[in-house]
């Protein structure tokens, strides 16, 4: 496909938290196409172009490990932060972190890496001189050079992601998968939220084959809300 990127994404641990565990983070077995976005987005985005991704590729065998990691035990709540733009201060915005932090389990992934393959389209808010050739030789000349708008991250903040950028003809990097390993029914699987309704999340059934996971469109039938 014309004006399709390649990125080579790896990093020690990552976790993509499954939304149906309410109290401990469990990861989904791979990154999510949500994930993925977030990761080219943090390379280069502007409002004009959303990145569309078209294919996973899983180069490492799914590895799991158990791990505990302080987090807060609440945020600040809506209301709290409605009346503070009321009032146009943020005095009493804070939260105590020593007072609320909390030891929580969580299963997350060790030794990954992907390689992300997406492209990108124009938003009703691209100008009239915008291309998406443009916006994807911006985000291949920042990839190259290894800059980022922010530090891409492997689900939380706390697991950043490496990254190197795959040319157009570049052989993609080795599996280190076995076949067994590499062809697996993963189940229903975050695709990405719908931000103009309502943020609802949508879900679909992840496939891996030879390594691959092939995602379809957001609007596509097999796409579940």
């Known amino acids: 496909m014309a004006n399709q990127i390649r990125l080579h994404i790896w990093g020690d641990y990552a976790c993509f938290t499954r939304p149906e565990m309410k109290v401990e983070r469990v990861s989904y077995d791979v990154i999510t196409p949500s994930a993925a976005r977030g990761i080219l987005a943090a390379v280069h985005w502007k409002p004009a172009i959303r990145w569309v991704i078209d294919r996973i590729y899983v180069l490492k065998p799914i590895r799991f490990e158990s791990v505990r990691r302080n987090e807060l035990g609440g945020k600040i709540s809506a209301g709290k932060v409605s009346g503070a733009m009321k009032r146009k201060s943020v005095a009493d915005l804070y939260t105590l972190i020593e007072d609320d932090r909390q030891q929580r389990a969580a299963t997350v992934l060790k030794d990954v890496a992907y390689?992300?393959?997406?492209?990108?389209?124009?938003?009703?808010?691209a100008g009239a001189d915008e291309t998406v050739t443009k916006h994807i030789e911006m985000f291949k000349r920042r990839a190259k050079k290894g800059q980022c708008f922010q530090q891409p991250c492997l689900g939380v903040r706390e697991f950043p992601a490496n990254f190197a950028l795959i040319d157009e003809g570049e052989p993609l990097p080795p599996s280190a998968s076995s076949e067994s390993e590499a062809n697996r029914d993963l189940g229903w699987m975050l695709h990405d939220i719908d931000f103009d309704h309502d943020n609802t999340p949508h879900f679909f059934r992840a496939q891996m084959k030879d390594g691959v996971i092939d995602v379809p469109p957001f609007y596509a039938e097999e796409v579940k809300a």
């Open 115 to 125: 390689v992300i393959e997406a492209h990108a389209v124009l938003t009703a808010t």
